[in-house]
């Protein structure tokens, strides 16, 4: 039974307003590319992911990251990959599209991974930054919106794979559920 509250952070109509803004710096910076390849980290970026490259007008594939760095156990920075990216990576420019960034183990490690692998360009676009919550750098280069410590859901972020689907951001008030 779900006991908590939600109370918007960031409406729908400035969610949509940034994503358009940003599309239009990703446009002008990689107008030059060949190609884009564009790593959405599941699940909670999803729904960031389709509303920002239905704005880019450039060349562009799109794949994906799935990783669990969070459950019994674990230890701060353990990050496993649970589905790992289709596509070659090597010589390409890479932006890493993510939710949201709070201690930054989990992009830290992906980051990474990518340059290891031989990307030409690797560059993280968030659609939130909690930089209070930081306990590893992870360098931002798009940053939708700053955001103070506190737990948000919507817009494809969740608490127990509940509220990914409204369509605004918002602080999630206490309840029975777990935060995932």
């Known amino acids: 039974m779900n006991t908590g509250s939600v109370e918007v952070l960031i409406p729908e109509e400035r969610l949509q307003a940034r994503i358009r803004e940003l599309a239009r710096e990703l446009n002008r910076d990689y107008a030059e590319a060949d190609q884009l390849v564009c790593i959405a980290v599941l699940k909670g970026s999803v729904f960031f992911l ?11 594939v799109i794949d994906f990251f799935q990783t669990s760095s969070y459950g019994a156990g674990t230890a701060p920075g353990e990050v496993r990959i649970k589905k790992d990216v289709d596509v070659s990576i090597r010589d390409k420019h890479v932006l890493l599209i993510e939710d949201i960034v709070d201690t930054g183990y989990t992009l830290r490690t992906i980051l990474d991974l990518l340059h290891f692998r031989g990307a030409r360009s690797v560059k993280l676009c968030t659609l939130l930054d909690k930089s209070s919550a930081r306990e590893v750098d992870v360098p931002i280069d798009y940053c939708g919106f700053q955001i103070d410590d506190r737990f948000v859901v919507g817009y494809g972020l969740d608490v127990g794979e509940r509220y990914r689907q409204l369509p605004y951001v918002g602080v999630y008030e206490g309840g029975e559920e777990e935060e995932t």
Do not use: A, G, K
Request: net charge neutral; hydrophobic share 55%; proline share 0%.
């Open 50 to 60: 389709v509303d920002l490259v239905r704005r880019l007008h450039i060349e562009l």
